[in-house]
């Protein structure tokens, strides 16, 4: 596996992250228990400022971001892709899981994304 690339970010987003990590939603909840303290074999940290965003979910090992889309991203579906675009740039690969998944097939989720984290293993072989 290749070293964690470190992609600057925003000293100014520190703040928001912390905040943003007190006051998680239930499926971001939900989903940390599933995946903290290596459990898919890649250690994850909860919302990570990276350039002038912050992702949900991030593997610096991988380079993957998970996002959940929730109701609060219902009018930002431009600007999402506009993010996520910006980031892939920079070497980011995504996954976005629905909220109401991750609440109700959370089996599916993990099955989703581990297959994700086989694919981009793959890759760096």
């Not at 690339?5 to 990590?21: F, H, N, S, T």
């Not at 290596?38 to 992702?55: A, C, M, N, S, W």
């Amino acid at each position: 596996m290749s070293r964690n690339r470190i992609i600057p970010y925003d000293p100014k987003l520190k703040q928001l992250a912390r905040e943003l990590r007190k006051n998680s939603t239930l499926s971001e909840v939900l989903l940390w228990k599933q995946i903290k303290g290596k459990t898919l074999g890649y250690e994850f940290h909860r919302q990570v400022p990276i350039d002038k965003f912050i992702v949900d979910f991030y593997c610096h090992e991988l380079m993957l971001a998970i996002e959940i889309d929730g109701s609060s991203h219902n009018d930002k579906h431009e600007y999402d892709m506009s993010r996520q675009s910006k980031l892939e740039g920079l070497g980011v690969k995504f996954i976005r899981f629905n909220d109401s998944d991750v609440k109700r097939n959370m089996a599916g989720v993990l099955t989703t994304l581990e297959a994700k984290i086989k694919e981009l293993e793959n890759k760096q072989v």
